[in-house]
């Protein structure tokens, strides 16, 4: 079954060898780096984690979503309900209550949504976001627009998560765990079903297959995984807000999945990073007499990536496998 153009699917020699490189520098970073940069690697690594949720819908299953943040806000205020103002909470109960309550949002959601198609798809994950959005920002007793304070990190008994580097190391294993799965899934007959169903889903149904539970599984494991990400996002800031359901978070996430390349999970890592890097080279963009360069940082990144998409459609990891070519490898 051939991808479209704007797939890489198989990992060349080349970008897997960049690729541990990568994971090489992120396991040596915590002894070499400060405290604020730790901070900031950590929040590229749960980003990536959100990135390749997404791209699980976008990439592989070839479902565009615009409310993928709602399951990113929805772990991290369960985290803020279960933790009390006095201790921390259980990371073996919070955690596994927090993803299921994205994974339930996302099974309900999704029962309704992957009947649609296309740009009607588009629009009604829009508007349930929306929906979720509005009803933490509206209403008080969910915190209001002010959000909600987390007075301590979940509490891990082997683990002091309280510790930068700890929490550090914790969040890399979620990273590599989460793609080390996802790679598996990609390549198991779930994974090839739902890389058919974006290729041509009518044929799939021809087939046999059904392509409705096959879309809900894979948007519901999406809104889990989106759920991990948004825990360690409370669990790192130690505050959470209805922004974290905004409409800005899911097309940062979209565009993150287009910059590193979709379909392969890892050009989400890379897009993340990549994403996070280039918002703070714009935002540090000198003024240019009257007009402030780094406070106009969106039109600079939309400008990078619409280049992107038209000279390398398969993303940076595309770059990498053009830069370096080599013997293509097939699963990995």
Same mark, same amino acid.
């Given at each position: 079954?051939?991808?479209? =153009?704007?797939?890489?699917?198989?990992?060349?020699?080349?970008?897997? &060898?960049?690729?541990?490189?990568?994971?090489?520098?992120?396991? #040596?970073? /915590?002894?070499?780096?400060?405290?604020?940069?730790?901070?900031?690697?950590?929040?590229?690594?749960?980003?990536?984690?959100?990135?390749?949720?997404?791209?699980?819908?976008?990439?592989? *299953?070839?479902?565009?979503?615009?409310?993928?943040?709602?399951?990113?806000?929805?772990?991290?205020?369960?985290?803020?309900?279960?933790?009390?103002?006095?201790?921390?909470?259980?990371?073996?109960?919070?955690? /596994?209550?927090?993803?299921?309550?994205?994974?339930?949002?996302?099974?309900?959601?999704?029962?309704?949504?992957?009947?649609?198609?296309?740009?009607?798809?588009?629009?009604? *994950?829009?508007?349930? #976001? =929306?929906?979720?959005?509005?009803?933490?920002?509206?209403?008080?007793?969910?915190?209001?627009?002010?959000?909600?304070?987390?007075?301590?990190?979940?509490?891990?008994?082997?683990?002091?998560?309280?510790?930068? =580097?700890?929490?550090?190391?914790?969040?890399?294993?979620?990273?590599?765990?989460?793609? #080390?799965?996802?790679?598996? $899934?990609?390549?198991? /007959?779930?994974?090839?079903?739902?890389?058919?169903?974006?290729?041509?889903?009518?044929?799939?149904?021809?087939?046999? &297959?059904?392509?409705?539970?096959?879309?809900?599984?894979?948007? *519901?494991?999406?809104?889990?995984?989106?759920?991990?990400?948004?825990?360690?996002?409370?669990? =790192?800031?130690?505050?959470?807000?209805?922004?974290?359901?905004?409409?800005?978070?899911?097309?940062?996430?979209?565009?993150?999945?287009?910059?590193?390349?979709?379909?392969?999970?890892?050009?989400?890592?890379?897009?993340?990073?990549?994403?996070?890097?280039? $918002?703070?080279?714009?935002?540090?963009? /000198?003024?240019?007499?009257?007009?402030?360069?780094?406070?106009?940082?969106?039109?600079?990144?939309? $400008?990078?990536?619409?280049?992107?998409?038209?000279?390398?459609?398969?993303?940076?990891?595309?770059?990498?496998?053009?830069?370096?070519?080599?013997?293509?490898?097939?699963?990995?």
């Amino acid at each position: 079954m051939s991808a479209p =153009q704007t797939h890489l699917e198989n990992l060349p020699r080349s970008v897997q &060898f960049v690729l541990l490189l990568g994971l090489c520098a992120l396991l #040596a970073f /915590p002894f070499v780096g400060s405290n604020f940069y730790i901070d900031m690697v950590n929040r590229m690594m749960i980003l990536a984690i959100f990135a390749m949720s997404l791209d699980l819908l976008q990439g592989v *299953t070839g479902l565009v979503s615009l409310g993928h943040a709602a399951y990113f806000g929805i772990a991290g205020y369960a985290l803020a309900f279960l933790t009390p103002q006095d201790t921390p909470v259980s990371l073996y109960t919070s955690l /596994p209550l927090a993803v299921g309550a994205s994974a339930l949002a996302a099974l309900i959601i999704g029962f309704l949504v992957v009947r649609t198609h296309g740009i009607y798809f588009i629009m009604v *994950t829009m508007a349930f #976001a =929306q929906m979720v959005f509005f009803a933490f920002f509206d209403n008080k007793a969910l915190g209001g627009s002010d959000g909600i304070f987390l007075n301590f990190k979940p509490d891990a008994v082997l683990l002091d998560l309280e510790n930068k =580097q700890v929490f550090y190391f914790f969040t890399l294993a979620c990273l590599v765990g989460v793609y #080390a799965f996802l790679r598996r $899934l990609l390549w198991s /007959p779930f994974g090839r079903a739902l890389a058919g169903i974006r290729v041509n889903e009518h044929r799939m149904r021809a087939l046999g &297959f059904g392509t409705f539970s096959h879309k809900l599984a894979a948007f *519901t494991l999406a809104g889990a995984l989106a759920g991990l990400a948004g825990y360690l996002w409370a669990a =790192q800031s130690g505050f959470v807000n209805p922004e974290l359901m905004g409409f800005h978070m899911s097309a940062h996430a979209i565009m993150m999945v287009i910059l590193g390349g979709m379909g392969n999970f890892a050009g989400a890592i890379v897009g993340a990073f990549s994403f996070e890097y280039l $918002l703070h080279i714009f935002k540090d963009l /000198p003024d240019m007499g009257e007009f402030k360069t780094g406070k106009h940082w969106q039109m600079w990144m939309g $400008l990078f990536i619409v280049a992107l998409i038209v000279f390398a459609p398969k993303g940076i990891l595309g770059l990498i496998h053009r830069a370096f070519p080599g013997k293509e490898n097939g699963h990995e």
